[in-house]
């Protein structure tokens, strides 16, 4: 399914254009409005490596970091939903049904002196059932300043679970403890005694 928002889109040093965003399950595209010979602009899930929220002096900013140098902002009063949207499209993308395990990092940068209350939310475990969720795997690490999740998955395993309204609205729960977003990271090196344990060579939401 397709979700549309009224944003102001800018790719730095161009002019802040206001359109439509569309955010689809494989890429976003971005519309502008009565634009004379400004062409739609997309922009594909896997050539995002980072993802952060800059908060200005009226509203919020999602930035997006793309390869080969390439960066996004995009404005809205709207960016709360657009930044779920985002994290969720991202996720499902990177943790695609397939023929190869696959594992993912989610760093998230929480802020200063917020340990114990993180700390707290993540007692309760995740808003999902494990042992339902298609994952082979799931590990949640906390510094002082960041939550790394580590999600891996067997080849070809669905994520049904990751699509539902209900897991976005709980991760919700997570941004007032967040001080920038959510970064990828790219796998240097990677090791296993077993065979088929899931690779470290996929890309992953991370540092």
Known sequence: MKVSYGVTWCEPPAAALPGQLEVGSRALRFAPFGADGEASVELGFDEVEGLEIRPPDERPT??????????VEIESAVDRWILGDLLQHLFVHA???GT???????????????????RELLRTGPPFDPSESGLARHDVFLLDDQVLFVFATHGGRELARFVE?????TVAAWRPL???GVRLAESAYGWSADDAAPP???????L
Not at 100 to 118: F, S, Y
Not at 200 to 206: A, D, K
């Open 165 to 169: 309204p209900d897991f976005w609205e």
């Open 200 to 206: 470290l060579g996929h890309p992953g939401l991370g």
């Open 100 to 118: 190869e395990p696959r594992r993912i990092l989610v760093a998230l940068q929480i802020k200063p002196g917020h340990r114990r209350e993180t």
């Open 178 to 180: 967040m001080l920038g």
């Open 62 to 71: 999602v930035v997006l970091s793309a390869r080969g140098g390439r960066q």
């Open 95 to 97: 943790l695609a049904p």
